[in-house]
């Protein structure tokens, strides 16, 4: 397989871009008082288990985005409740499903959440809600050990170098905008977006991040058997030691490529992944485009995408891609990149906002979108520039942390996948 230098894009061509990205980032980044928000809703729901008799002695532990501090000021909470009452990793689907239906009735007596949904046969039985009093959405599962050692490895991962934390945040929103970050209706979720952009930052020339092999050789699914605080020890000393000594051989070969000749070099890498995907995985852990039919445990599931999920080997991150809906997001990616190579394109501020954030972002950002519609009766996006003291409406941030019916259906279909 090809793989490229950062950019092919010279970077006096990129400042207007790199301007933009730093402006979207302002707008979508937490601040320190959502962060305190969520730990305050987290106290908040561990005060209300400890009235459930059947969980006397659990510990709620946040994990996914938040932990990974991947999250915008709008992310979700996802949360494990951790069990204390001789379980552990042996507690079954039916147990779990209890246990998260006591939850529910505790958070309806108190009348302390909306929006809540049950569904217990997903892989990961889940429950959803709204608190009331934070307005924060919660993804509630048991005792999932696995999703709380991810989440701890892509924080250290995200810590290796400031510039992939960027990345997965301008890459999340730019897929909202583009609708393709929709698991249920066969696109892509986050986890997976985010494992794209771990990919980008090893095939760059010269790497930014290692084969997470040589972050952990081991498959995290199979040695969080048996779960205890002996284990997830083990599994943090061995990759810390390890991102240091990656750390202390490329010192002096940094990466010196900006932001935004990476988000250039991504979308083009990803502009033809319609046409490599009928071959070749996403590969975290090896770094490289590996082969299908390399792999026996690939070869036998079905998938129009595979990314693997480098801590829960072979299985595919990217498994509700489905064939038609992988070609929407290849075109978007090739779009993309056809854009950000366009120099009229690059030279306005007011495009290139309008092709990267939603329509609530972009008003922020003092760029207004309006819709018409084209010759095949779908609506398109058109982008007006504002005068300068014109007022513009700001963003609903509650309407953002609001989840819908709809909202809580959608997530629903994110079966045993972080949501970032």
Same mark, same amino acid.
């Given at each position: 397989?090809?793989?490229?230098?950062?950019?092919?894009?010279?970077?006096?061509?990129?400042?207007?871009?790199?301007?933009?990205?730093?402006?979207?980032?302002?707008?979508?980044?937490?601040?320190?008082?959502?962060?305190?928000?969520?730990?305050?809703?987290?106290? !908040?729901?561990?005060?209300?288990?400890?009235?459930? !008799?059947?969980?006397?002695?659990?510990?709620?532990?946040?994990?996914?985005?938040?932990?990974?501090?991947?999250?915008?000021?709008?992310?979700?909470?996802?949360?494990?409740?951790?069990?204390?009452?001789?379980?552990?990793?042996?507690?079954?689907?039916?147990?779990?499903?209890?246990?998260?239906?006591?939850?529910?009735?505790?958070?309806?007596?108190?009348?302390?959440?909306?929006?809540?949904?049950?569904?217990?046969?997903?892989?990961?039985?889940?429950?959803?809600?709204?608190?009331?009093?934070?307005?924060?959405?919660?993804?509630?599962?048991?005792?999932?050990?696995?999703?709380?050692?991810?989440?701890?490895?892509?924080?250290?991962?995200? !810590?290796?170098?400031?510039?992939?934390?960027?990345?997965?945040?301008?890459?999340?929103?730019?897929?909202?905008?583009?609708?393709?970050?929709?698991?249920?209706?066969?696109?892509?979720?986050?986890?997976?977006?985010?494992?794209?952009?771990?990919?980008?930052? !090893?095939?760059?020339?010269?790497?930014?991040?290692?084969?997470?092999?040589?972050?952990?050789?081991?498959?995290?699914?199979?040695?969080?058997?048996?779960?205890?605080?002996?284990?997830?020890?083990?599994?943090?000393?061995?990759?810390?030691?390890?991102?240091?000594?990656?750390?202390?051989?490329?010192?002096?070969?940094?990466?010196?490529?900006?932001?935004?000749?990476?988000?250039?070099?991504?979308?083009?890498?990803?502009?033809?992944?319609?046409?490599?995907?009928?071959?070749?995985?996403?590969?975290?852990?090896?770094?490289?485009?590996?082969?299908?039919?390399?792999?026996?445990?690939?070869?036998?599931?079905?998938?129009?995408?595979?990314?693997?999920?480098?801590?829960?080997?072979?299985?595919?991150?990217?498994?509700?891609?489905?064939?038609?809906?992988?070609?929407?997001?290849?075109?978007?990616?090739?779009?993309?990149?056809?854009?950000?190579?366009?120099?009229?394109?690059?030279?306005?501020?007011?495009?290139?906002?309008?092709?990267?954030?939603?329509?609530?972002?972009?008003?922020?950002?003092?760029?207004?979108?309006?819709?018409?519609?084209?010759?095949?009766?779908?609506?398109?996006?058109?982008?007006?520039?504002?005068?300068?003291?014109?007022?513009?409406?700001?963003?609903?941030?509650?309407?953002?942390?609001?989840?819908?019916?709809?909202?809580?259906?959608?997530?629903?279909?994110?079966?045993?996948?972080?949501?970032?």
């Amino acid at each position: 397989m090809e793989y490229y230098n950062s950019s092919s894009i010279s970077s006096d061509r990129l400042g207007v871009l790199g301007l933009c990205l730093r402006d979207i980032l302002a707008e979508i980044k937490p601040e320190d008082s959502d962060r305190i928000k969520r730990l305050n809703a987290i106290n !908040q729901f561990s005060d209300y288990l400890r009235t459930v !008799q059947s969980l006397r002695g659990a510990v709620v532990r946040p994990f996914g985005s938040f932990v990974s501090n991947l999250y915008t000021k709008w992310g979700d909470l996802d949360v494990s409740v951790q069990l204390d009452n001789g379980l552990g990793d042996s507690a079954s689907k039916t147990v779990k499903r209890n246990l998260l239906r006591d939850i529910m009735r505790a958070l309806r007596r108190y009348g302390v959440a909306r929006y809540i949904h049950f569904i217990p046969n997903a892989r990961v039985p889940l429950l959803i809600f709204e608190g009331n009093y934070h307005n924060i959405s919660f993804d509630v599962s048991i005792d999932n050990h696995l999703g709380i050692m991810k989440s701890k490895i892509l924080l250290w991962i995200s !810590q290796m170098d400031e510039r992939f934390r960027d990345m997965v945040l301008l890459t999340k929103e730019w897929a909202k905008a583009q609708n393709i970050n929709d698991p249920k209706s066969g696109t892509l979720n986050s986890y997976s977006l985010c494992l794209m952009v771990i990919f980008h930052f !090893q095939t760059c020339e010269p790497p930014i991040l290692p084969p997470l092999k040589e972050i952990y050789g081991g498959n995290i699914s199979d040695d969080i058997t048996g779960w205890s605080s002996i284990s997830e020890r083990h599994i943090e000393d061995v990759c810390a030691a390890n991102i240091e000594m990656f750390r202390s051989r490329n010192f002096r070969r940094r990466n010196q490529s900006s932001l935004a000749q990476l988000v250039v070099s991504f979308f083009d890498k990803f502009s033809e992944v319609e046409t490599v995907a009928s071959e070749y995985a996403i590969c975290t852990h090896t770094g490289r485009w590996e082969r299908i039919d390399s792999n026996l445990g690939w070869v036998r599931t079905s998938r129009s995408m595979l990314i693997e999920d480098p801590f829960e080997r072979p299985e595919n991150a990217a498994r509700t891609v489905g064939p038609s809906e992988l070609r929407v997001v290849s075109n978007a990616f090739t779009d993309a990149y056809n854009k950000l190579s366009s120099s009229s394109v690059l030279a306005n501020r007011n495009s290139l906002i309008s092709s990267l954030t939603r329509p609530l972002v972009s008003s922020q950002l003092g760029v207004r979108s309006r819709v018409h519609y084209n010759t095949t009766g779908t609506a398109a996006i058109d982008s007006v520039v504002l005068d300068r003291f014109e007022n513009v409406m700001r963003l609903d941030r509650q309407s953002h942390a609001s989840t819908s019916a709809a909202t809580v259906s959608r997530r629903a279909n994110e079966n045993n996948t972080l949501r970032w």
